[in-house]
T-cell receptor
Framework: AQKVTQAQTEISVVEKEDVTLDCVYE???????LFWYKQPPSGELVFLIR????DEQNEISGRYSWNFQKSTSSFNFTITASQVVDSAVYFC????????????WGAGTKLIIKP | GAVVSQHPSRVICKSGTSVKIECRSL??????MFWYRQFPKQSLMLMAT?????????EQGVEKDKFLINHASLTLSTLTVTSAHPEDSSFYIC??????????????FGQGTRLTVV
């Protein structure tokens, strides 16, 4: 069974639109960590955020915001006023003690921002 | 964030030769480094976990004799693809955690190496 599900394979929006990338996770640990990474066309992975399971506060960083909902096991990522430079593949990942904190990756969502 | 440098970024080699990829943590000590392989339009697949001074732990299905990993120091891990074949062509990425920050912290990634075997 998939432990991290990113159901949206590809999303395409026009610049300046808001867009939300979904991430649903599955774990039996009470302590765990959730991550988002960005992979632009050049290939390198850029760390965006880490959230621990005890902190359900939503986070905002500029145009980026994250909505962590333990009740629905979701950790969604929203980009407001999207820009062409936001075009990339975005990965959600889970880290849990029973997996020795190895990152468990979602399949990724390819985001295309059209000018 | 911490910096991980991976070299080379791109390499083309002949079938049957070996290729070495280096992964360095530039401003922190990485007791653990990870090697991933990524096929086009797919997610990252963990190949092995490399611990400084000990043998790497390989994931199921990864040939340890083909993908040699050496983690000789706290700042350097190498992946050698031995007797490369065209099916080994892929994007290889390393990552490292800052050993002082603990194992539940974010991993930082190298730039990746695109290997093409002809």
């Amino acid at each position: 069974a998939q432990k991290v599900t990113q159901a949206q394979t590809e999303i395409s929006v026009v610049e300046k639109e808001d867009v939300t990338l979904d991430c649903v996770y599955e774990t039996r640990d009470t302590t765990y960590y959730l991550f988002w990474y960005k992979q632009p066309p050049s290939g390198e992975l850029v760390f965006l955020i880490r959230r621990n399971s005890f902190d359900e506060q939503n986070e905002i960083s500029g145009r980026y915001s994250w909505n962590f909902q333990k009740s629905t096991s979701s950790f969604n990522f929203t980009i407001t006023a999207s820009q062409v430079v936001d075009s990339a593949v975005y990965f959600c990942a889970l880290s849990e003690p029973r997996s020795n904190y190895q990152l468990i990756w979602g399949a990724g969502t390819k985001l295309i921002i059209k000018p | 964030g911490a910096v991980v440098s991976q070299h080379p970024s791109r390499v083309i080699c002949k079938s049957g030769t070996s290729v070495k990829i280096e992964c360095r943590s530039l401003d922190f000590q990485a007791t653990t480094m990870f090697w991933y392989r990524q096929f086009p339009k797919q997610s990252l697949m963990l190949m092995a976990t490399s611990n400084e001074g000990s043998k790497a732990t390989y994931e199921q299905g990864v040939e340890k004799d083909k993908f040699l990993i050496n983690h000789a120091s706290l700042t350097l891990s190498t992946l050698t693809v031995t007797s490369a074949h065209p099916e080994d062509s892929s994007f290889y990425i390393c990552s490292a955690r800052d050993g002082e920050q603990g194992e539940n912290t974010e991993a930082f990634f190298g730039q990746g190496t695109r290997l093409t075997v002809v």
